[in-house]
């Protein structure tokens, strides 16, 4: 019955909701790859990880900018280096509030969450996902246009 509906509908998926599973797509990808090479993180069952990857993109969406805020004057007096220590302890916090998603200790879940904004960048770059759309345009200059004809800025001493 279920094929049947399949073949006499078309099913659209809402442009938001496509974007929402990219990108819970990518970031499992992406923690799947930190718990591969971070060895102090592991998760029992496979719905555990979707899970972990679920809640580190809820809390990167609404935790983390809270965050941010609130420690804005480290993060200027870093140069933004404070903001791994942030993703650090967001990721352990994830480890904390999923039972199956095993997180032992602050520097694994530092190293964890670096891994997985590395992958998440790269595979939001390659793909086009999300805003690190990276776009390069060129411009060809008609020809004759290379001659200096004077107008040009003008700088008074």
Do not use: C
């Not at 073949?7 to 442009?15: A, E, H, I, L, W």
């Not at 590395?118 to 759309?133: E, I, Q």
């Amino acid at each position: 019955m279920f094929a049947a509906l399949l073949k006499n509908r078309v099913f659209v998926m809402s442009t938001g909701l496509k974007s929402f599973l990219q990108r819970w797509a990518i970031t499992t990808l992406a923690v799947l790859v930190a718990v591969a090479i971070v060895p102090k993180i592991r998760y029992d069952t496979t719905l555990d990880l979707f899970l972990a990857s679920l809640l580190l993109g809820i809390l990167n969406a609404f935790l983390r900018p809270i965050l941010l805020l609130l420690a804005l004057p480290l993060v200027i007096y870093t140069l933004g280096l404070f903001v791994l220590i942030i993703n650090g302890l967001v990721f352990y916090f994830v480890g904390a509030l999923v039972k199956g998603f095993h997180v032992d200790g602050f520097w694994p879940a530092f190293w964890g969450a670096l891994i997985v904004s590395l992958v998440s960048l790269a595979v939001n770059t390659l793909t086009g996902a999300g805003r690190s759309r990276v776009e390069f345009k060129w411009r060809r200059r008609p020809p004759g246009s290379d001659r200096d004809d004077g107008d040009g800025p003008v700088i008074d001493v």
